[in-house]
């Protein structure tokens, strides 16, 4: 039998060279979804590019396109927290980026196991949250991919914000708990997200780019 581990609470443009960008607002690829990574943990760009990269590929697979960005400046939505409980996700909104932040870790008694978060109905500031120290000893202590990791627990963590809920499922990267064989460079070739999965997350991608069209009407870019 194989060994099981849970690791969670709960065509394509790609841009994964983590473009940095001065303001939330100037950011993705026209008709892409755009993501804003903040590196608070201090991990190797290497890693988050190789990870990233990875993520991309399954999230084309699934029908979305991805726009990576990394701000330069330490903007505030870097430091909110939405913990709303409400599935009215976007409707009253004022960013047009889905926000992860990767920071170094928990106190050891807070979600022991756990190496990352989604907050799918979080309205402002971050979206999702990956402990990095916590996906380095978990994959030492199993005997995987560090890396590898960081792309299953990046990817997994934004599928629950483009599902709107927490809920995980029985088969596909939205299970709560993987075998080594997954956790693994090769084995992310067949990553993928189930088919109901997959329209349900374009929905809400759409749901972001109708958001960052009707922000750019609103705030149109300044020529002084």
């Not at 940095?20 to 760009?45: D, F, K, M, R, W």
């Not at 009253?92 to 932040?101: A, D, F, K, N, P």
């Not at 990791?149 to 483009?162: D, F, K, P, R, W």
Request: charge should be positive; proline fraction near 6%.
């Amino acid at each position: 039998m194989k060994k099981l581990f849970p690791i969670f609470a709960g065509a394509i443009t790609l841009a994964v060279g983590l473009r940095p960008t001065a303001s939330a607002t100037e950011s993705a690829t026209p008709g892409s979804l755009c993501i804003h990574v903040y590196n608070h943990a201090g991990a190797p760009q290497e890693s988050v590019r190789w990870a990233i990269a990875q993520s991309a590929r399954v999230f084309r697979r699934a029908g979305i396109r991805t726009s990576w960005v990394q701000p330069v400046a330490d903007l505030p939505e870097a430091h909110l927290l939405d913990f709303s409980v409400s599935n009215k996700l976007l409707a009253t909104s004022q960013q047009s980026c889905l926000v992860v932040r990767l920071v170094k870790d928990l106190p050891a008694n807070q979600y022991p196991n756990v190496v990352g978060f989604a907050l799918p109905n979080a309205r402002i500031g971050v979206n999702v949250e990956i402990f990095f120290s916590r996906v380095k000893r978990q994959a030492m202590a199993d005997g995987v991919d560090a890396d590898a990791l960081l792309a299953y627990t990046l990817t997994h963590e934004i599928g629950h914000v483009l599902l709107r809920s927490l809920e995980h499922a029985i088969g596909g990267i939205m299970r709560a708990r993987w075998d080594h064989d997954s956790i693994r460079p090769a084995g992310l070739e067949r990553m993928a997200f189930l088919p109901e999965q997959a329209r349900q997350m374009r929905e809400t991608a759409e749901r972001f780019n109708l958001q960052k069209q009707t922000l750019a009407q609103l705030n149109p870019p300044r020529h002084d």
